[in-house]
């Protein structure tokens, strides 16, 4: 049994902050490289921050540097998306995801991710 919660999503103003939180079921979460996604409406879900198993290594994608944070806390099987500075394109749902893939490249493609959580709102007024 494997799942991912999602929480921490919500309405904020432009230019606030949002944290996100995804906890994982099983005690190996460590293990896994872990991936956020987020989809809006009738667009395609697209990649926005990795992480490495040993939490050392962080990917983002260009329209979230230096405003998104990615984090995680093996202890707690918890990875966050620390999201600053938000902005109104940044209204979508947000998706945790882990994938079993070994390889040292980043995975930005969400059919290389097996485990998925059911996502959590997030709106970004204007």
């Known amino acids: 049994q494997v799942q991912l919660v999602e929480s921490g999503g919500g309405l904020v103003q432009a230019g606030g902050s949002l944290r996100l939180s995804c906890a994982a079921s099983?005690?190996?979460?460590?293990?896994?490289?872990m991936g956020w996604f987020r989809q809006a409406p009738g667009k395609d879900r697209e990649f926005v921050a990795g992480i490495r198993w040993s939490g050392g290594s962080t990917y983002y994608a260009d329209s979230v540097k230096g405003r998104f944070t990615i984090s995680r806390d093996n202890a707690k099987n918890t990875v966050y998306l620390q999201m600053n500075s938000l902005k109104p394109e940044d209204t979508a749902v947000y998706y945790c995801a882990a994938t079993t893939r070994s390889g040292s490249r980043w995975y930005l493609k969400d059919y290389e991710y097996g485990y998925w959580g059911q996502g959590t709102q997030v709106t970004v007024s204007s």
């Open positions: 099983w005690r190996t979460f460590s293990s896994y490289p």
